[in-house]
């Protein structure tokens, strides 16, 4: 019995370690925290992963196969996979914009660079941050190339027209918004 409570809790130790820059860092910023730092375990992930998996393996082998069994297999399997499924929603939400405003006006168009953001909860928070202005007509926020846990996204912002204040009044806005965010920082481009 012991035996399977520590493959178990090898299981979920493994699990919040392949994920927590995602979920940890959710339940902060639903805080109104910043990054907590926890990117840095990013390229440890597959060790974590290879750790979760072998442990789920090991569960299935010395234990009864019961409804309890495929719960904890499922709300691992979620857990790990969180930070996957995060990334992908905040992919679907820009090609979404992308996809809705194709006539993109070069003089509503807006760049902008923002650092701190290394992993997917935080870039979470720069779509729930531009949401949040209702004179953005749509955005695209993109990680650096090559960003393991460096933290850089530029943001490709479009503005509606018709409700967006004088320009370095939009700058100031987006710029503040991100910010008080808790971004390191904020680059007009």
Known sequence: ??????????GVTGAF?????CLIQLVLNYFSFG?????VLTPWRSVF??????????????????????LYTTAITL??????????YNNRASLKNLNDNNNNDER???KIEVTGVPCAACRSRVHTTLDAISWIKSYEVTPEQNDYGTGKVFVKIL??????PPQPQVKET?????TDAYFESVTVL
Do not use: P
């Open 1 to 10: 019995m012991e035996r399977i409570i520590n493959n178990a809790v090898l």
């Open 17 to 21: 370690l392949s994920s927590s820059c």
């Open 35 to 39: 990054c907590a730092g926890f990117s």
């Open 49 to 70: 992963l290879s750790l979760t998996f072998a442990s789920l393996a090991l569960q299935w082998k010395i234990r009864d196969h019961d409804r309890k069994l495929v």
């Open 79 to 88: 857990i790990t996979f969180s930070s996957d499924i995060l990334d992908y």
């Open 108 to 110: 509503n168009t807006m």
């Open 159 to 164: 503005l509606d027209s018709n409700t967006a």
């Open 174 to 178: 987006i710029i503040t918004s991100l």
